[in-house]
């Protein structure tokens, strides 16, 4: 793999949001030391869901100016390898410096990072009543804090509860509010079909979304 000079559009944009929030997910921004002495500066990604991947990808082609991104398959896994510096030394900047791009295009965002480090769930209880969640989770409590008032402030997902995970170095933003799940399908919803099915179960009820289909 040769480093080659390209341009890459960082202004704000729906494209570069959704890259933004999956790279504080399942995304990765490293730096590859060939044999030769040369550095490859790279933003990889690995999933087994491939509508993920091809997403992220086109995402990623449609900042490089429509240059087209490989995806390999490895078994289960899809991966995705993009050769960078500009990409990478703009992933690497703290949270604060990326809140203004954020802020352009929030939905797009959000669904990056539950795409990454989100799930949703709906199903009902031996006790005979429902029950629904939608979560994300990450070690980085900051970055949940700040994706609470996103929630809140621009989609008025509300009454939000953040909290450690027992026993790991992880938190987890998380509501089983129906009002809520329905506001997340509405207006960002996830771009992963497995995700989206359990989402629409927690949201209308597994009978409901069967019927629809």
Not at 20 to 45: E, M, P, Q, R, W
Not at 114 to 128: H, L
Request: glycine fraction near 8%.
């Amino acid at each position: 793999m040769v480093m080659v000079a390209e341009p890459v559009m960082l202004s704000s944009s729906p494209e570069l949001c959704y890259i933004l929030g999956v790279f504080y997910g399942d995304g990765c921004a490293h730096i590859h030391k060939l044999s030769s002495g040369y550095i490859n500066y790279l933003v990889t990604l690995v999933a087994k869901d491939k509508e993920f991947i091809e997403h992220f990808a086109g995402c990623v082609s449609k900042i490089r100016g429509g240059r087209k991104i490989q995806i390999q398959h490895r078994g289960k896994y899809f991966k995705i390898d993009v050769c960078s510096r500009i990409l990478y030394e703009f992933l690497k900047k703290p949270l604060i410096e990326h809140k203004s791009t954020i802020e352009g295009y929030p939905t797009e965002f959000l669904k990056g990072l539950f795409d990454s480090d989100g799930s949703a769930y709906g199903g009902v209880r031996k006790e005979g009543y429902r029950n629904r969640e939608l979560q994300v989770a990450n070690s980085d409590l900051e970055l949940l804090e700040y994706v609470k008032r996103l929630l809140e402030e621009n989609f008025q997902i509300w009454h939000l509860a953040l909290s450690k995970i027992k026993n790991k170095n992880c938190y987890r933003l998380r509501t089983g509010r129906r009002r809520n799940l329905l506001k997340f399908h509405e207006e960002i919803g996830f771009t992963i079909k497995r995700k989206q099915e359990k989402l629409e179960e927690g949201t209308y009820g597994v009978r409901n979304v069967m019927q629809q289909r």
